[in-house]
């Protein structure tokens, strides 16, 4: 099983950004689809984005074109590009594997994620 690890979260203004980084133990070329989540407290995880080896993208309705989400297969990783950051946005972000982009089931564990708060 590939282990994806998060990165690159931390404390940010609001209208800030940040890149998070989802880097994978082995080669993510064979895996179709990657996606980023996240988890506020007390609220349920849900989808920000997804990607697949084709270049299509699945974006939540909050990402209001914030947010962009981009793979390298030559260094394993799956970044999530956030900007104009809000406090609403303040969560705890997770990779994974969807069976597709649009698709609400995953292929691997949940990692620890990478937390993010945006606050003054």
């Known amino acids: 099983q590939v282990q994806l690890v998060e990165s690159g979260g931390g404390l940010v203004q609001p209208g800030g950004s940040l890149r998070l980084s989802c880097t994978a133990s082995g080669s993510i070329r064979r895996i179709n689809a990657m996606g980023w989540y996240r988890q506020a407290p007390g609220k349920v995880r849900e989808l920000v984005a997804a990607?697949?080896?084709?270049?299509?993208?699945n974006y939540a309705a909050f990402v209001k074109g914030r947010f962009t989400i981009r793979r390298d297969n030559s260094k394993n990783t799956v970044y999530l590009e956030m900007s104009n950051l809000q406090p609403e946005d303040t969560a705890n972000y997770l990779c994974n594997r969807p069976w597709a982009i649009d698709s609400d089931y995953v292929s691997g564990p949940w990692g620890q994620g990478t937390q993010v708060i945006v606050s003054v």
């Open positions: 990607i697949d080896n084709g270049g299509n993208t």
